[in-house]
């Protein structure tokens, strides 16, 4: 047995598991608390709605009640986190972005309680900032990647709950299955967000960007923020770093929104038979995030991150040449897209840590996000048009994008050898 646990430990995501500290190991361990629920009520939302009285075009209309929250918050992201702290800001909007919209989704009558939850749960990118930097910023940097790897390995468990809530739903229909699945995700999640604020402690950049603007409005610091804002625009690496963040989200986007249509309706295969090839992809990737993710090292990106580009470009070339009722050139394209998609993920989440300034984190990274989403925001809408006219088009846009994507992998490479090496002169 110990022999067994010895040989375990050598693999690194399970050793970074094993020998978690600090912050890092209640936010890890406590966010089933997290996905469970979510995955339960996210696939069957817009059915809730609909079941509701909800129309399309008023679905479609909390969407973007939705984002613009999501943006709004995401600009004063950075000030909360610095202002508040890492850990009373992420134990504060944890609260707003989702017990309170947990609540209004399960009271919900109509079109404005949706509203009004779109609204909330937009804060949401509050704590995509301050909980990123409670959980990694006393972390080594050489266990970044790992860190984001259990992360997604965490969501990826937790997806494997979905499909209880169909059983569910055929039992007990649409409205009240998910009326007590929101009233338990509000338990839930709640009860993560106060064992985590228990359980953790505020961070050394944390304590010190607290004591600075302790006697400053969040107002006055909004307004200096401009200042990093600016220098973010002078910084090469930042700027190519953002790039390829907005490019890679842009192909998971267009993905997760377009490859189900593709399938069933220009491919010939039965909407019944997604489960099957989702199943296939959350299991390779959960494989792949225990085989290939502890060889990766977010100083030594390039050839990991190029790799995975490249991935993602032959399984783009097969959806578009697919032809119909190909049963396992299906099954192949998934699993590229998941071997892809278990490097790309943490390196992606890595690179924009050590791409950006420490001690300026909060307020960069609540920059970097509305960038990321004000370039990512009309991919979407473009690839819905190119879809009109052939399901395979939105692939075509994707070969594209992770050609642009590899480009910028080269030059953020070049970039940051050419900084790293003046640091050292």
Known sequence: MKSLIARMRKNAVIDTLCTLEGNAKPCLYLEPLWGIPYNLYAPLASVYMAALGLSPSQIGLISTIFLVSQMFWA??????????????????????SWTIPALLWMLAQDFRWFAAAAVFNGAWRV??????LLMIEDAPESRLVHMYTLTSIAGLLAGFVSPIAYFFVQKFTIVPTMRFIYG?????????????????????????????????????RLWDSRKVFFRMLKSKRILLTVAFVACYSGICNVNGSFWPLLITEKLGIPTENLS?????????MLVCYFVVAPRLDVRRFRHPVLLGLSLLILQQVLMMLMPTGMYWLVIVAVILEALALSILDPMRGSLQMINIDREERAR?????????MLITSPLSWL??????????????????LTVIAI???????????????????
Not at 276 to 284: A, E
Not at 407 to 425: I, N, P, S, Y
């Open 75 to 96: 600009l004063l992201s950075g000030v909360l986190t610095d202002k508040l702290g890492r850990r009373v800001c992420t134990g504060i909007f944890d609260c707003v």
């Open 127 to 132: 704590t995509e900032t301050s909980w990123d």
């Open 184 to 220: 338990f995700t509000c338990v839930m999640m709640t009860s993560k967000f106060v064992i985590l604020y228990f359980l953790s402690k505020e961070t050394s950049v944390g304590k010190r960007r607290m004591a600075e603007c302790k006697n400053i409005s969040i107002l006055s």
């Open 276 to 284: 099957i090839f989702f199943t296939i992809k959350n299991l390779f």
């Open 364 to 372: 960069m990274l609540s920059y970097f996000y509305a960038l990321c």
């Open 383 to 400: 690839a819905g048009l190119a879809a009109e006219v052939d399901r395979a088009y939105p692939f075509a846009m994707n070969f594209v």
């Open 407 to 425: 480009v910028l992998t080269c030059v953020l490479w070049k970039v940051r050898r050419t900084d790293l090496d003046d640091d050292v002169a």
